[in-house]
């Protein structure tokens, strides 16, 4: 779950009293931004869009770093902790009950949705990718050939593919690397 920015100790209780309210813009961004079943949840650029802030990029920033907006996150994301935290109580609840009745399988759905909840069941995948590939000459020699014939294709179209060379091999190289 996406935490909001806390208040700061700077924004005093006062500030947040006399700040002006929030406009209906400024609601759309908390609502888009702290409702954790909305595509935008937790991306502030996003939520600045879809509340139809001209500069997303910029406006989600700022919007974020306001009292007024951290303290109405504070407010959303309190509200969605209450009603997890509701949600694993009660089906916490079920379990001890199927178990008491011997219900079994009504007991391991519970422990499973909790389990869900908490990404036990999630396969995860490791990717050793290397963040830096020492190449041969030859391969960088080759790797130019291809993105010079690819270049040239591209750029010139149908024609110069006619009339250009007809593999990468043949196609001129740049030795200096540019």
């Known amino acids: 779950m996406v935490e909001p920015l806390a208040i700061s100790e700077t924004d005093t209780e006062a500030d947040l009293a006399t700040a002006p309210p929030l406009t209906p813009k400024e609601l759309a961004f908390c609502e888009a931004f ?12 996003k939520s600045a869009e879809s509340a139809g802030y001209v500069e997303p990029h910029n406006a989600g920033w700022k919007l974020r770093r306001r009292p007024s907006i951290r303290a109405k996150l504070a407010e959303y994301h309190a509200a969605v902790t209450v009603a997890v935290g509701k949600v694993l109580t009660d089906l916490e609840n079920e379990r001890l009950a199927a178990m008491e009745k011997g219900d079994i399988q009504a007991a391991v ?30 391969e960088l020699t080759e790797g130019r050939r291809l993105a010079a014939f690819m270049a040239a294709t591209y750029v ?15 196609a001129p190289v740049d030795q200096k690397g540019s």
């Open 34 to 45: 702290a409702n954790p079943e909305s595509a935008t949840f937790g991306h502030a650029r």
């Open 109 to 138: 759905r519970a422990t499973e949705l909790m389990g869900k909840h908490l990404s036990m069941w999630t396969e995860r995948v490791q990717l050793d990718v290397p963040l830096l590939r020492h190449y041969s000459d030859e």
């Open 156 to 170: 010139a179209g149908d024609a110069l593919a006619l009339t250009g060379p007809a593999t990468p091999a043949q």
